[in-house]
């Protein structure tokens, strides 16, 4: 690479991370998760906007000619993205609540998930289809979209509003939890079998073997492994550097992936899952110092790319967000609440429960970033996909603000607790 090549691409980062960390304090400050504001500033580099600036649109060409390099950040960032939230998600693990949970997650997003299953053969249209999508690979996609919640963007929203030690954000996230688990098996499955029309189904079969196999096993008899290496004595590594040797598992993952051929974002995912060591503070530590320079620079790139990617112009269709949009957000809503009748609960709370778990957040735009670069989905329906993601977490955001601020209790408190003890345990926390 030149001189003239690097300084392109420096200035390229430069422009995304900033305006990136620009929106994202905005949308803070606006009460909105900081992720639409990091999208956004692709959007606004992109061709919709500065893009049409023929400075700016050139400099973007120049960078997108040394694309290993873009290609690579990105990929670091969904990557350390994926990592991040696989370690959050064994810390949520709670004995609490099982009943509520277990009702919420088998029907508020068992029903989504299997009925865009079976309507999706009447769902799907050819400009849903990418280069390389299939009927079953894009209605798992369409089943995924539909039944997905986010824990990264909802936990940031309980953090923001300061209601994170509630019983309602435990019961939440425990959903979110069990389901993402499940999907991203879903998930894993749909890009194992992109572009396998012309595959035998013996290679076939054994493609979506070694996906289901790694994804099990990453669930299982490997955390317990690497749970017993990071106890070692002759574990040097974690000793003088646990940031390094936690970013070592992370790369292993996806060395092994990559020698399987599975997705590395389930590898990532995988990899934080395992990496946690609860009684060992500092892998706590080490976590922490990733997380910091990943939320700082390459998350925010890589949500920024992802805005990039967004063809407004050409790759927008609103009939499609419409009817994505309000579909999905029903049946989801829907079958949420009918979960929380079954767990015991009514009323207001049932709306809470569905308004916030309709969330799709993060894990939304990466099914559709994964998807996309699988070829599986077109450019029209990645797009939807990321706005359908942006706009649910927004409605979420904005919708349990609106109900702190009239002083309703998020969730009627259980028979038993004091009356206004109950009420105080799901409002803020005085800053």
């Not at 500033?41 to 060409?61: E, K």
């Not at 609490?96 to 079976?118: D, Q």
């Not at 390389?132 to 369409?142: A, E, Q, V």
Request: charged letters at 15%; glycine letters at 10%; one cysteine or more.
């Amino acid at each position: 690479m030149s001189n003239s090549d690097i300084t392109s691409l420096i200035l390229v980062l430069l422009l995304l991370v900033g305006l990136a960390q620009l929106l994202g304090y905005v949308f803070v400050r606006l009460r909105q998760p900081k992720v639409i504001g990091e999208i956004l500033a692709g959007i606004v580099l992109g061709p919709a906007v500065l893009g049409r600036i023929p400075a700016v649109s050139g400099l973007l060409a120049h960078a997108k000619h040394q694309g290993n390099v873009l290609d690579f950040i990105y990929w670091l960032g969904l990557l350390l993205l994926m990592f991040l939230s696989g370690a959050e998600t064994q810390q949520l693990f709670s004995r609490e609540e099982r009943r509520e949970v277990s009702w919420l997650a088998i029907v508020g997003s068992g029903i989504p998930f299997a009925l865009a299953l079976a309507l999706g053969p009447w769902l799907i249209r050819p400009s849903l289809f990418g280069p390389n999508g299939n009927r079953i690979s894009l209605i798992i996609i369409l089943a995924v979209g539909v039944a997905v919640t986010s824990v990264p963007v909802v936990s940031k929203i309980f953090a923001d509003l300061k209601i994170l030690h509630t019983r309602f954000a435990r019961l939440v996230l425990g959903v979110a939890v069990c389901e993402d688990i499940v999907l991203w098996l879903a998930l894993a499955i749909a890009t194992a079998m992109a572009g396998t029309a012309a595959l035998d189904p013996k290679k076939m079969s054994l493609h979506l073997l070694a996906t289901i196999g790694f994804f099990l096993a990453g669930l299982t008899i490997v955390p317990r492994a690497v749970k017993r290496i990071n106890k070692a004595e002759h574990n040097v590594l974690v000793k003088q550097s646990p940031t390094g040797y936690a970013l070592a598992v992370l790369f292993a993952y996806c060395a092994v992936a990559g020698a399987l051929d599975v997705s590395l974002v389930f590898a990532a995912f995988l990899a934080g899952f395992a990496v946690v060591h609860k009684k060992r503070r500092i892998f706590a530590e080490a976590l922490d110092a990733i997380g910091k320079v990943a939320f700082a620079f390459f998350i925010p790139v890589y949500f920024a790319i992802v805005g990039l990617k967004l063809d407004l112009v050409r790759g927008f269709a609103l009939w499609m967000l419409v009817a994505f949009l309000i579909g999905s957000c029903v049946v989801k809503m829907l079958s949420v609440g009918l979960a929380g009748r079954l767990a015991g609960f009514r009323g207001l709370d049932l709306f809470n429960l569905a308004m916030t778990t309709n969330a799709r957040g993060g894990p939304g735009i990466v099914l559709a970033s994964v998807a996309f670069d699988a070829g599986i989905i077109s450019s029209q329906f990645y797009t939807t996909l990321v706005l359908a993601a942006v706009l649910t977490s927004q409605f979420a955001g904005a919708w349990l603000e609106f109900v702190l601020r009239k002083g309703w209790p998020l969730l009627t408190p259980k028979a038993g607790e004091a009356g206004a003890a109950g009420l105080a345990a799901e409002t803020p926390r005085a800053a």
